[in-house]
C-alpha cells in the first residue's frame, strides 16, 4: 500500500504553517502565556547507548546529572553486544536449553549496566532482539529469525520477569517499555539487511507471537515495535545511509502492512518506535506522518517512541556549536510534536563517531550537545509547557512553568543563518538568569541578548 498523498500533503502543509513570518531585522516579540498550559514536558530526551568504558559505567552520572528519563539498550557494547550484553543470544546462550531454568540464563554484565542506569534516575529502555550486524551481506550470525518464536518469547518473558519481578536473583525495577526487535525492514533485499535476515512476514509473525504473549504475561506493561528505519519518502530527502529511493518506499510499505496486520489479528501495540537521522523540519515532518496515518488506521492511543534520532550524522560536526544548534532545535521540535519520548542515537563515548554527538571520547568529556539536555532538563523539571506567542518561524522555541507558575524557562535555537532580533513580553516577571551554547561559550551565564545568533542555543529563565 502506497502512503495517501492527501495525508502526505496534510503533514507537509501543516509543518510548513508553523512559525510567524518576519522581515528580516524585524525584532520579534516572544510572548510567555503561563496560564496558557499545552501539557506535560515530554521525555523526549532520552538516550540510547549510555557511556560505557569497555565494562565500566563510571560516565553514568553524566545521565544522572542531565536528569535522562530513558536509555534504550540497542547495540550496547558493539558488534555482537561485546558478547554479554543485553541481546537475547547474550542473556541465553544456547537456544536449545530449557528456558524455565534460571541456569539457562547468563545476565551478568547486563545486570551491572541497566543497575548503573537505575542508580543515576534513567529506565532503561529493553529492546528485546540484537545487535545490528554490519556487513551482513558477508556472513550473519545472529540477525535471523529465531528457529522457534514461541520458546523466543518465553525467553523474553523471563527476561522480563527478572528485571521486573526478580526471577533469577534478579531485581523490581518496574521498567515498562519493551521493543520487539529493531529494523526488521532495513532493507527489501535480505543478503543486504543486517538487522533481519527473513521475510518481512517472518517479523509480523513474530511479532504476533511474542507481543501476544508478552502482553498476556504483563498487561500492564507497554508492549511494542518496531525501530521502524523510517518514512524518508514522505519528505523525499536522502540520508547518510540510505541507499535508494526504492529502499524509503519499503519503509513506508512495511509500516502500512504491519498496521494492517495489527488491526486484524487485534494485536498489542502500545508504543511504535521510529527513527530518522534527517535534519530537525525533515524529521519532524516524517513524524506527523506517522501520528496522522497511526491515527487513520485506529491506533490513536499507540504511542510515538522516537528511539533513533540524530540530524545529519557527521564527524566534522561533533563538537561544534553548529551540532549543538541542530540537536537543540530538534529536542524542541520533537516536544511540540507529538512525539511521546525519544532517544538520540547515541551517547556512547567508545570512539569518535558520526553518531555519538554528546562525549569526546578523546576527553572522555562532554561535547557541547550534551548542555542541550542540561537545558532541557530545566524544562522537564519545572513540568508543564506553556504556551509562546509570536516565535518567528526561522527560530526553535519552547517554554516550561512550574506549578504555582513563579517560575518559567524559554528554550531557543536557531539553525538558520541569520541571527534573530526577539524581545521576550512575559507580564510580571523578571529575567533571572540566561544560558548559552555558541561557538565561544557552553553553558555559560550571560546577558539576555538582542538577537540569538546562528548555531546558538539559549535558556532564559524567568521569576515573579
Not at 519518502?233 to 512495511?254: I, L, W
Not at 516536544?335 to 572522555?364: H, K
Not at 521576550?424 to 540566561?434: D, L, N, S
Amino acid at each position: 500500500m502506497k502512503p495517501s498523498r492527501m495525508l502526505i500533503m496534510s503533514v507537509l502543509l501543516l509543518t510548513s504553517a508553523a512559525g510567524l513570518h518576519l522581515n528580516a531585522q524585524e525584532t520579534a516579540a516572544i510572548k510567555v502565556k503561563p496560564s496558557s498550559e499545552i501539557g506535560i514536558v515530554k521525555p523526549v530526551n532520552g538516550v540510547g547507548q549510555a557511556p560505557l568504558l569497555g565494562f565500566s559505567t563510571q560516565m553514568f552520572h553524566y545521565l544522572g546529572e542531565a536528569g535522562i528519563p530513558y536509555c534504550r539498550t540497542h547495540d550496547v557494547g558493539g558488534a555482537f553486544g561485546k558478547n554479554v550484553f543485553f541481546d537475547i543470544p547474550n542473556l541465553f546462550r544456547d537456544f536449545d536449553a530449557d528456558e524455565t531454568d534460571p541456569a539457562s540464563y547468563d545476565f551478568t554484565f547486563t545486570d551491572i549496566y541497566v543497575k548503573a542506569l537505575e542508580e543515576n534516575g534513567v529506565e532503561p529502555f529493553f529492546r528485546l532482539g540484537v545487535t545490528i550486524e554490519n556487513y551482513a551481506e558477508i556472513k550473519s550470525y545472529r540477525v535471523y529469525p529465531p528457529k522457534d518464536f514461541d520458546k523466543w518469547a518465553r525467553i523474553c518473558e523471563h527476561v522480563i520477569r527478572h528485571y521486573n519481578e526478580g526471577w533469577a536473583d534478579g531485581f523490581h525495577f518496574n521498567i515498562r517499555n519493551w521493543e520487539i526487535w529493531n529494523e526488521p525492514d532495513n532493507h527489501q533485499d535480505i543478503v543486504q539487511n543486517d538487522m533481519w535476515k527473513g521475510t518481512w512476514e517472518q517479523y509480523m509473525e513474530l511479532y504476533k507471537v511474542a507481543a501476544g504473549h508478552l502482553k498476556s504475561c504483563f498487561p500492564e506493561l507497554n508492549i511494542g515495535g518496531y525501530g521502524s528505519c523510517g518514512f524518508y519518502a514522505v519528505t523525499g530527502k536522502h540520508v547518510p545511509g540510505a541507499n535508494s529511493s526504492p529502499r524509503h518506499e519499503y519503509f513506508m510499505d512495511c509500516f502500512h502492512s504491519f498496521l494492517d496486520f495489527v488491526r486484524d489479528n487485534s494485536l498489542p501495540l502500545d508504543f511504535f518506535s521510529m527513527h530518522s537521522y534527517a535534519a530537525p523540519d525533515q524529521a519532524l515532518t516524517q513524524i506527523g506522518y506517522c501520528r496522522s496515518y497511526l491515527d487513520s488506521c485506529g491506533f490513536k492511543d499507540t504511542k510515538i517512541s522516537f528511539n533513533e534520532w540524530l540530524p545529519q550524522p557527521s564527524k566534522k560536526k561533533l563538537g561544534t556549536a553548529e551540532q549543538a544548534a541542530m540537536i537543540g532545535a530538534e529536542l524542541i521540535g520533537l516536544q511540540n510534536g507529538p512525539v511521546d519520548n525519544a532517544e538520540i542515537y547515541d551517547a556512547r563515548c567508545s570512539a569518535p563517531s558520526d553518531y555519538s554527538p554528546l562525549f569526546n571520547a578523546m576527553t572522555l568529556e562532554p561535547f557541547k550537545a550534551y548542555y542541550d539536555y542540561m537545558m532541557f532538563n530545566e524544562l522537564r523539571k519545572l513540568g508543564t509547557q506553556v504556551e509562546l506567542e509570536g516565535v518567528p518561524e526561522t527560530l526553535y522555541a519552547t517554554a516550561a512553568t512550574n506549578e504555582d507558575k513563579s517560575v518559567c524557562a524559554i528554550m531557543m535555537a536557531n539553525i538558520g543563518k541569520e541571527p534573530v532580533p526577539f524581545k521576550i513580553k512575559a507580564k510580571g516577571y523578571t529575567v533571572q538568569e540566561v544560558l548559552v551554547i555558541d561557538d565561544t561559550r557552553t553553558y555559560e551565564p550571560a546577558a539576555l541578548p538582542a538577537s540569538i545568533a546562528s548555531a546558538t542555543v539559549l535558556l532564559v529563565k524567568l521569576s515573579k
